[in-house]
């Protein structure tokens, strides 16, 4: 299993972003999936996750109606859209998967995923 996060950078206050996370070794749609972040000096939350059962989605309050996950099952691909972006989503930005299927209340706990991507780093700044 291998997971490769792409499309960081450097955006300003309101802008927007697409990262990628290119999964190979394993079938997206079999497995749920997740984006996760973390900032300096902070602790690593969870962002967004598809729930490989039925495709279910889950969001953050701080990201809802600003970010989008979606994944493209022909190119094995997981994206995060990500609009309106503000300071305070500088982090930099992991994808992950579970080899298990972990309750709705737990989707986007980091210590139920057990596959992760190298970091894309993030940063939203005037």
């Known amino acids: 299993v291998q997971l490769q996060a792409s499309g960081g950078g450097l955006v300003q206050p309101g802008g927007s972003l697409r990262l990628s996370c290119a999964a190979s070794?394993?079938?997206?749609?079999?497995?749920?999936i997740a984006w996760f972040r973390q900032a300096p000096g902070k602790e690593r939350e969870g962002v967004s996750a598809?729930?490989?059962?039925?495709?279910?989605?889950a969001y953050a309050d701080s990201v809802k109606g600003r970010f989008t996950i979606s994944r493209d099952n022909t190119e094995n691909t997981l994206y995060l859209q990500m609009n309106a972006l503000e300071p305070q989503d500088t982090a930099v930005y992991y994808c992950?998967?579970?080899?298990?299927?972990?309750?709705?209340?737990?989707?986007?706990?980091?210590?139920?995923?057990?596959?992760w991507g190298r970091g894309t780093q993030v940063t939203v700044s005037s």
């Open positions: 598809i729930r490989a059962t039925n495709g279910a989605t």
């Open positions: 070794g394993f079938t997206l749609r079999a497995r749920t």
């Open positions: 992950a998967t579970t080899s298990g299927n972990p309750i709705w209340s737990n989707i986007l706990r980091p210590d139920y995923y057990d596959y």
